[in-house]
């Protein structure tokens, strides 16, 4: 049997697997899911002991632990493929607009709706079960090493001291990024660029104290006031970012580049059409939505809090108000730079009438990968394999914060390879995965194995 | 034994009893608590039947309980006083800021803490206790009539009705508010104007999900820098509201008013000073702090939401935010015109890349009373009597909705008398009330009966 029979074969299983590890509600970033968050880790060691990798653990850090295991029964002459992956996931809740809970998975129209369907948990196991089956069916090609990491959501705090730490143990002729997704279910994307991220939080204090809006108002500069100026300060009429600086360092799009991204341009139209069906576009002048999405920076508050905005009324002035703002980074910006020029123009146009705090949250820096390197175009061959066509290239929105931390601790060539669907509600309500896309993936990743050890076949 | 006497003999009997009242959750804003709201109307009837009253009862109302409750044994020919005053509380949790349960009575230096503590139970009970005084001593010289209302901080939505169908029942010579608080706790005030407020929630919606900021970020217009940017545009730079004709309608003061606002002035800055201790004054430029408070109207952002702004950090990019919005309005502005206005306006200024929803919350009419009124000099005394001071004439900041719908219904003289004082905390964390003016406010009632049955003693 081949490993492509073995994995039709045992399809079903790999889903009811993969269901498993969706219930477990691994959200990294809040304190009270710590143990759940080690319970898909044992999980996962679990199951790499069973397939029969040679080593499995979950090495304990100074937040969740990593998990690592690696098979090298292809000895030493074959190449060795270092594969990255996360199975943490965002927080949810039945209030954000789940249809169903979102850690009780639900099968429904081949697809599979639960938190951590698409980021990342179908990408773990889509890994995991290439593995299987290469090993069940008389061992793989290459040499396997996988690392799940359980913090990429919140900020891969420690993920970067730990690959420094361990380089022999990581080495390998390629390292496989397995998190993302494509804007279209029968075209695949070959991504080349991440973002960074760099995370901050603006909080405006006024009053000493809550007070009474009708004792008060008219006298007191509302903390809310002051935050809403300061946030709309932040972007130009036409969309683009007023922080003075902000684009400085932005390495500009060739023409050759500009015009192989417009071929991925309709399906990342059509997408957004389909998923974010908005009621119009909107972005930096001068750039298509491709450009805008992966190849320039941008600033959004992906939250804002101060009052009460709860059921009833309550007419407070509050004491402070907040927003947590986080800046999307492209090549050659730097996290440290982009987080300093929005503080200070921040506090630059704080006014005397409150007292203005920003505070750095994390950091990651933007990826770009030489996009005709020849372990790419591997990876570009075990797509068009699978899909019957040759991937898209495309500069993808997202934000890996630790790829850029494997290219430069390991110094090997990096391809993303992801099984993702953006219409899939990452980070949202209702996170599905497809799981036609996600068998394919597995399939994918047999073949990228299969093009690594015989380049000529 | 006095009617003076006799609170002095009770005192400690009528604190516990008061405290008895604010062990009573009763929040009418939020629908968990409407069985309290139930049982704070019942407390008060049963008060009202033990003290000696003719007749108590709680009226249902599509919303809470009316509490009314009279005594007629002065006879015709003496003076009826129409006390209006309300049971129910603001919302109030731990995570507000407070440092004791709020709804656990807590007596430290002389002060109650507790949710209503201030506004405006003790004003309650300062009724209650006074007609006691005076049912206990063998009657009180004037027909007295108390009206507790359950929804002053919802909207008073059934009250006006109540009023309107009971004119009969409610008639009296003059209507004493009793809701409201003082600037100084040695220097009493005597309002004569009550801002009113007319409240609306605006939401901004964007994608028709909530979004992964990386995978869309730059390509949609954010709902919250949308919501921002219009709360930006609701005030001009100088700190007065840009709302197109915001302003037209308000009655100008004329130079004697100004003169006699300005004795309170040092005692509204003081207490600004105090309880607001912003890092700066602000406000409407042309106008001192008093006349800020009281005699301009306000716009404030009351809260704001959107996105995910509790702990840890979630980068998505919102379908929709949301701001809850109050102005106070002052003699002759209207909520209905006001309200249409700021709607106007903010649909003028909604860019097209989101939609933008305004909706009417609630109204409630600015007061105006003749200063120099009688009935208002009467209280004038009441208080030079208890404090040793003649009142300073104030413009409250505040909002007693129902004193309009008592105005127009019953036709009668209104006089605001209030025993709170502003740095309280009422609306906010900590709410408290000074037992020495909770005690005065008795006694100024009773002083003010006597002044109304014998002018000329």
């Given at each position: 049997?081949?490993?492509?029979?073995?994995?039709?074969?045992?399809?079903?299983?790999?889903?009811?697997?993969?269901?498993?590890?969706?219930?477990?509600?691994?959200?990294?970033?809040?304190?009270?899911?710590?143990?759940?968050?080690?319970?898909?880790?044992?999980?996962?060691?679990?199951?790499?002991?069973?397939?029969?990798?040679?080593?499995?653990?979950?090495?304990?850090?100074?937040?969740?632990?990593?998990?690592?295991?690696?098979w090298l029964g292809a000895g030493p002459n074959a190449p060795t493929v270092l594969v990255y992956g996360h199975y943490d996931v965002q927080p949810a809740e039945m209030a954000d607009g789940w249809d169903t809970d979102p850690f009780t998975p639900v099968e429904?129209?081949?697809?599979?709706?639960?938190?951590?369907?698409?980021?990342?948990?179908?990408?773990?196991?889509?890994?995991?079960?290439?593995?299987?089956?290469?090993?069940?069916?008389?061992?793989?090609?290459?040499n396997i090493k996988l690392l799940f990491e359980g913090e990429e959501e919140s900020d891969s705090a420690n993920l970067a001291a730990f690959v420094a730490a361990h380089r022999d143990r990581l080495q390998a002729d390629v390292v496989v990024i397995c998190d993302g997704s494509m804007a279209d279910l029968q075209q695949p994307d070959m991504g080349y660029s991440l973002r960074g991220v760099v995370s901050l939080e603006v909080t405006v204090y006024g009053p000493q104290r809550d007070l009474h809006s009708g004792h008060f108002g008219g006298t007191v500069h509302n903390p809310i006031h002051a935050l809403a100026d300061i946030i709309a300060a932040l972007h130009n009429p036409d969309g683009s970012v007023a922080v003075p600086g902000f684009y400085?360092?932005?390495?500009?799009?060739?023409?050759?580049e500009r015009a192989e991204l417009a071929q991925a341009l309709p399906y990342v139209e059509a997408e957004w059409r389909d998923v974010a069906a908005a009621p119009a576009q909107w972005g930096e002048p001068g750039y298509n939505l491709h450009e805008r999405i992966g190849a320039r920076p941008t600033l959004e508050v992906n939250g804002i809090a101060g009052g009460w905005a709860g059921e009833g009324f309550k007419t407070v002035l509050p004491a402070k108000a907040w927003a947590k703002i986080s800046c999307r980074l492209v090549p050659n910006q730097t996290s440290?730079?982009?987080?300093?020029?929005?503080?200070?123009?921040?506090?630059?146009?704080?006014?005397?009438?409150?007292?203005?705090?920003?505070?750095?949250?994390?950091?990651?820096?933007?990826?770009?990968?030489?996009r005709h390197h020849p372990m790419v175009e591997a990876a570009m061959r075990a797509y068009e394999r699978t899909w019957g066509k040759r991937p898209h290239y495309v500069r993808a929105g997202g934000s890996v914060p630790v790829s850029v931390d494997l290219q430069r601790e390991l110094g090997k060539p990096l391809v993303l390879m992801a099984f993702g669907y953006k219409g899939c509600g990452a980070h949202g309500p209702n996170e599905h995965v497809y799981l036609d896309l996600w068998y394919r993936g597995i399939e994918t990743m047999?073949?990228?194995?299969?093009?690594?050890?015989?380049?000529?076949r």
């Amino acid at each position: 049997m081949n490993p492509y029979e073995y994995t039709q074969l045992h399809a079903d299983r790999f889903k009811e697997q993969l269901k498993d590890l969706l219930r477990i509600p691994s959200v990294s970033t809040l304190p009270q899911h710590k143990p759940d968050v080690e319970r898909a880790a044992a999980w996962l060691i679990d199951d790499m002991l069973r397939i029969g990798f040679h080593r499995a653990e979950a090495i304990p850090t100074a937040g969740h632990p990593i998990v690592y295991g690696e098979w090298l029964g292809a000895g030493p002459n074959a190449p060795t493929v270092l594969v990255y992956g996360h199975y943490d996931v965002q927080p949810a809740e039945m209030a954000d607009g789940w249809d169903t809970d979102p850690f009780t998975p639900v099968e429904r129209d081949g697809k599979i709706y639960a938190r951590g369907a698409i980021d990342s948990k179908s990408n773990v196991m889509a890994q995991l079960k290439a593995a299987e089956a290469l090993l069940a069916t008389g061992g793989a090609p290459v040499n396997i090493k996988l690392l799940f990491e359980g913090e990429e959501e919140s900020d891969s705090a420690n993920l970067a001291a730990f690959v420094a730490a361990h380089r022999d143990r990581l080495q390998a002729d390629v390292v496989v990024i397995c998190d993302g997704s494509m804007a279209d279910l029968q075209q695949p994307d070959m991504g080349y660029s991440l973002r960074g991220v760099v995370s901050l939080e603006v909080t405006v204090y006024g009053p000493q104290r809550d007070l009474h809006s009708g004792h008060f108002g008219g006298t007191v500069h509302n903390p809310i006031h002051a935050l809403a100026d300061i946030i709309a300060a932040l972007h130009n009429p036409d969309g683009s970012v007023a922080v003075p600086g902000f684009y400085d360092d932005v390495l500009p799009l060739d023409a050759d580049e500009r015009a192989e991204l417009a071929q991925a341009l309709p399906y990342v139209e059509a997408e957004w059409r389909d998923v974010a069906a908005a009621p119009a576009q909107w972005g930096e002048p001068g750039y298509n939505l491709h450009e805008r999405i992966g190849a320039r920076p941008t600033l959004e508050v992906n939250g804002i809090a101060g009052g009460w905005a709860g059921e009833g009324f309550k007419t407070v002035l509050p004491a402070k108000a907040w927003a947590k703002i986080s800046c999307r980074l492209v090549p050659n910006q730097t996290s440290q730079r982009t987080f300093e020029r929005v503080r200070d123009y921040i506090q630059q146009i704080a006014p005397p009438t409150v007292r203005v705090d920003v505070q750095l949250v994390s950091i990651g820096e933007p990826l770009l990968i030489d996009r005709h390197h020849p372990m790419v175009e591997a990876a570009m061959r075990a797509y068009e394999r699978t899909w019957g066509k040759r991937p898209h290239y495309v500069r993808a929105g997202g934000s890996v914060p630790v790829s850029v931390d494997l290219q430069r601790e390991l110094g090997k060539p990096l391809v993303l390879m992801a099984f993702g669907y953006k219409g899939c509600g990452a980070h949202g309500p209702n996170e599905h995965v497809y799981l036609d896309l996600w068998y394919r993936g597995i399939e994918t990743m047999l073949q990228f194995y299969a093009e690594i050890s015989e380049p000529d076949r």
